[in-house]
T-cell receptor
Framework: GQQVMQIPQYQHVQEGEDFTTYCNSSTTLSNIQWYKQRPGGHPVFLIQLVKSGEVKKQKRLTFQFGEAKKNSSLHITATQTTDVGTYFCAGNTGGFKTIFGAGTRLFVKA | EAQVTQNPRYLITVTGKKLTVTCSQNMNHEYMSWYRQDPGLGLRQIYYSMNVEVTDKGDVPEGYKVSRKEKRNFPLILESPSPNQTSLYFC????????????FGEGSRLTVL
């Protein structure tokens, strides 16, 4: 079945360092979404990418969708303690199922 | 305020005792879905509903039932809970049945002894 692999599982950074998490799908995706879950909270939508090669930015966050629409990345520049949480990618192949990656938990040391 | 409301937020129960986790959304969304979250496994879809009276299995439907009699409500039923259903459960909704931004509830932490 369709799988979405996400790496790394954990990342410890010093405040001010950059952070990247990667997602790879076993099948071509129609779109990919990114969510953030703060510790003890619920997932909150960040962004959706639809087009091949698409790049979107939200302040210090940069999201990319691969040319083949099978991979994606989230890059955070100059992390802050407020970035702490788990980041999930979620892929959709055009149907009614959204498959989530296992998430990358980000720890930021002040 | 637009929201997805789940109840109960926390529940400890015993094996075999039927329970229902309710989910309600006030955004008139067509699509609703249930996920369970377990360490290292991310969010796995249990069931989803494209609209009233239309439901389908996700990736881990065994041991669960759902119904969608009204557009706003999508309860998750555990007929005979077992310890392997101890998990954090999230209900989510989306405007249409085509993929789009999912709005999540606060989560329901269930422990089955």
């Amino acid at each position: 079945g369709q799988q979405v692999m996400q790496i790394p599982q954990y990342q410890h950074v010093q405040e001010g360092e950059d952070f990247t998490t990667y997602c790879n799908s076993s099948t071509t995706l129609s779109n990919i979404q990114w969510y953030k879950q703060r510790p003890g909270g619920h997932p909150v939508f960040l962004i959706q990418l639809v087009k091949s090669g698409e790049v979107k930015k939200q302040k210090r966050l940069t999201f990319q969708f691969g040319e083949a629409k099978k991979n994606s990345s989230l890059h955070i520049t100059a992390t802050q303690t407020t970035d702490v949480g788990t980041y999930f990618c979620a892929g959709n192949t055009g149907g009614f199922k959204t498959i989530f990656g296992a998430g990358t938990r980000l720890f930021v040391k002040a | 305020e637009a929201q997805v409301t789940q109840n109960p937020r926390y529940l400890i129960t015993v094996t075999g005792k039927k329970l229902t986790v309710t989910c309600s959304q006030n955004m008139n969304h067509e699509y609703m879905s249930w996920y369970r979250q377990d360490p290292g496994l991310g969010l796995r879809q249990i069931y989803y509903s494209m609209n009233v009276e239309v439901t389908d299995k996700g990736d881990v439907p065994e041991g669960y039932k759902v119904s969608r009699k009204e557009k706003r409500n999508f309860p998750l039923i555990l007929e005979s809970p077992s310890p392997n259903q101890t998990s954090l459960y999230f209900c989510a909704s989306s405007r249409t049945s085509v993929s789009g931004e999912l709005f999540f509830g606060e989560g329901s932490r269930l422990t089955v002894l």
